[in-house]
């Protein structure tokens, strides 16, 4: 969703317009490699013991899905497209007419490009291989609602979101300020077992889903994923919070504005020794093209860091990587990336770490794949200014904040109430 993320921005920045289209019964269109055999479907009159040798793909074979994205890459590459190294979804073909860029999701497909004729010709060839539909400009696209006009684009879960409520019974129209509360601390013994936690499971995997475009649930969701397996009546407790956050930010879109530059700045952020139970460290971190948010994470360290230092090291390694794929995309789309892309710290501690290879007491101890930050600032890929941790936005990817902090946070992340453009 990062891909499809960034090329709505460039296409919004570029002021070219996104189509969509739609394969019909996609699996059905793989070509099969091995021998598959299948017991013939009702109906069909067969000896006893016998089967039925398949030709194509079809669904429910674990083999369908790598079956037809590689007949769509043979089709695809025939007509001149260059698949992207850095992600297999994104195929770009550049001709003196302009350049279009076309991202595949399963069977839904955008498309976007600065030549309007190249896009009618690949959609009449596609058609004849296919069976595909025309959706016209990009509306609705897995779930998400895309509104577009020359300001540029918006992007939101509205429908999806009230579904939610219908799904987990919330009917009462209480809102809540912040999706989680401050200060807020779960274990897995908090609370009385659910009898039936499938529930919980369902809600907090459609809640997943919806971080494609709220990033302001991304930290607390990564914290009621973690009791997937068992969860307590404490642990359901905070998933109803975050639906009553939702009942009063509904409405809310991700912005995309026309008006941006196509440059990537980085923030990062770690809050040490968040979880009580394992003592490890969160790693936050949202990156933007231009005024636009396309990446964030909100994930718990693999390691317990010794120091706050070491904390925000780590982190700065895994945004640091996001940040090198991210530039490596872009000049694929054809956009230029020259100048080091800005990565804000809070920390001078662990910037100094990142630009001084002496430090040797406070790192030696610290894995190889870690320093990956220093060597990209060596490069020049990218460079280390200090953010003060008041004006830090990864922040609200690491840990509970007041209301008033927390509105400001999701301010900076361009998160607006929906409103005709």
């Known amino acids: 969703m990062t891909t499809v993320r960034t090329l709505i921005v460039v296409a919004s920045v570029r002021q070219w317009k996104v189509c969509q289209m739609d394969v019909k019964n996609a699996f059905l269109n793989g070509d099969l490699h091995e021998e598959v055999y299948m017991t013939p479907p009702p109906g069909i009159a067969h000896q006893p013991g016998g089967v039925c040798r398949l030709r194509k793909a079809l669904y429910g074979l674990?083999?369908?899905?790598?079956a037809w994205f590689e007949k769509f890459s043979t089709v695809i590459t025939f007509l001149g497209f260059v698949p992207c190294n850095h992600d297999s979804i994104l195929f770009v073909?550049?001709?003196?007419?302009?350049?279009?860029?076309?991202?595949l999701y399963v069977d839904d497909m955008i498309i976007t490009s600065d030549d309007y004729d190249g896009i009618e010709s690949l959609k009449r060839d596609l058609a004849h291989r296919f069976a595909m539909k025309d959706l016209g400009l990009l509306r609705y696209f897995?779930?998400?609602?895309?509104?577009?006009?020359?300001?540029?684009?918006?992007?939101?879960?509205?429908?999806?979101i009230s579904d939610l409520f219908h799904r987990a019974r919330l009917f009462d129209n209480?809102?809540?300020?912040?999706?989680?509360?401050?200060?807020?601390?779960?274990?897995?013994?908090?609370?009385?077992?659910?009898?039936?936690?499938s529930i919980y499971r369902t809600i907090v995997g459609s809640l997943v889903y919806l971080t494609v475009t709220h990033p302001d649930i991304a930290?607390?969701?990564?914290?009621?994923?973690?009791?997937v397996t068992a969860p307590t009546s404490?642990?359901?407790?905070?998933?109803?919070?975050?639906?009553?956050?939702?009942?009063g930010t509904q409405f809310q879109s991700l912005l995309f504005p026309s008006t941006s530059f196509l440059e990537l700045r980085a923030y990062s952020d770690a809050d040490w020794d968040s979880d009580p139970n394992d003592r490890k460290s969160t790693t936050g971190f949202c990156i933007f093209l231009g005024d636009s948010?396309?990446?964030?994470k909100s994930k718990k360290q693999d390691v317990v860091s010794r120091s706050s230092t070491e904390a925000e090291y780590r982190a700065m390694e895994v945004t640091t990587c996001e940040i090198v794929r991210l530039r490596w995309l872009l000049v694929h789309m054809g956009v230029v990336v020259s100048s080091p892309t800005p990565l804000h710290c809070d920390n001078q501690s662990a910037m100094q770490i990142a630009k001084n290879f002496v430090f040797h007491e406070r790192?030696?101890?610290?894995?190889?794949?870690c320093h990956f930050t220093r060597h990209h600032l060596q490069l020049g890929t990218i460079s280390l200014p200090f953010v003060p941790s008041a004006l830090q936005i990864a922040d609200v990817f690491t840990k509970a904040q007041s209301a008033s902090r927390f509105r400001f946070l999701c301010d900076k992340l361009s998160m607006f109430i929906a409103i005709a453009l």
């Open 62 to 66: 674990k083999q369908a899905p790598r």
């Open 93 to 103: 073909r550049c001709t003196n007419a302009g350049c279009i860029l076309l991202s």
């Open 142 to 160: 897995l779930g998400i609602e895309v509104a577009q006009s020359k300001k540029g684009y918006l992007l939101s879960h509205t429908k999806y």
């Open 174 to 197: 209480r809102i809540a300020d912040t999706p989680l509360e401050t200060n807020a601390r779960y274990s897995p013994t908090n609370g009385v077992p659910l009898s039936d936690p």
């Open 219 to 227: 930290h607390v969701i990564h914290v009621v994923s973690q009791f």
């Open 234 to 247: 404490v642990h359901w407790g905070a998933v109803f919070r975050i639906l009553r956050y939702l009942r």
């Open 293 to 296: 948010l396309i990446s964030w």
């Open 363 to 369: 790192t030696k101890h610290i894995e190889i794949d």
